[in-house]
């Protein structure tokens, strides 16, 4: 079977999984601040802060952020739904705004639509891993109080220009769940240079308690602790961050690796009538490859793919129509016909770490029999 996305372990990976276990600290020790300072020193971020998920990440910036129940905050229909989900656990209410066709990401106009004073967050998603402009929507962040969190679930390890993707926004949540760039198993990060920001995040992650005698109202002794608002048990053991910043050490490769499949998909699919390849840019991540062919034989290929054990996937089925969406917001077919189009016509062909050229071939070639290449 060839998947859409795999892990890709090694020895390595195995031998420092391996000494956490035989050492003293499975959880809270110092593999959590090696991994930590990794990602903020890959990033190029004051702060790292590790989290149980992706979503776990992002449910902490949401919270960061200073959502609250009722606040908005605008985000990409086109997305897995973790995204908006992160914010209803902060009883906000998503606004969903369209994309631009061409990239998969949110279209700036669409989110000056649905800007109002009651928009706390901008949370755009660097969808497949197309590491999107973000000056459009911290401009518009800027202008009514508002902050940027960037989804990067897709793109650890992607750059805008000369800057790494984790940069630009407020915060940047990432995801490492074994099908993204790098894997802890189950994982994730927020990365921020704002060390208030930072705080917040350290403190949600571990059940709203802190341990710093400075800040808290009530110190008796160096036992005390006090819970100081409502948080979670989001924190990520040792033996994931030793997985993680092995990981860690492989991602340019890993990056490069993908960047190198993409492209010989690009040169044979770039110029097929009614198909559309990827928007490229020489910072994309390529978390997913997410080709797009015309919607009425997309049902077919899939099936004729998955029938010869390419599994393929789609990316996304529009959050907005997710029957809970639906019935908690009214949302119907045709609210963001931009995103629907282009969920309509995707497919994601196998990109990982570890495919290799020969299983790629047999995927193009039985793309190219079924699209009369
Ligand atoms: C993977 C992913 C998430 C959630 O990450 P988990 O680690 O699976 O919780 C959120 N948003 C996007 C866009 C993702 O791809």
Redesign the pocket.
Known sequence: MIPYGHQFIDDDDIAAVSAVLRGEWLTQGPAVDSFEDALAAKVGCRHAVVFS????A?HGAMYAAGVVEGEEVITSPL??A??SNSVLYQRGIPVFADIDEKTGCLDPEAVRDRLSPKTKVIAS?SYSGYPVDLEPFLDMARSVGALVVE?G??SLGASRGRRMVGQDADMT?F???PV?HITTG???AVVTDDDDLAHRLRVFRSHGIIKDKDRMEFYEGPWSNEMIDLGYNYRLCDIQCALGLSQMSKLDRFIECRRAIAKRYDRVFGSLPGCIVPASDPGHGY?LYAFRVPAEIRAELFEHLRANDIWVQVHYPPVHLHPYYRKSFGYAPGDFPVAERFFSMEISLPIYVGLSEQDQDRVISLIADRLAL
């Open positions: 998920s992706g979503t776990a992002l997305t897995f973790a995204t998603v989804d679930c897709h949540a995801s490492f769940h993204k189950e994982g994730g978390h």
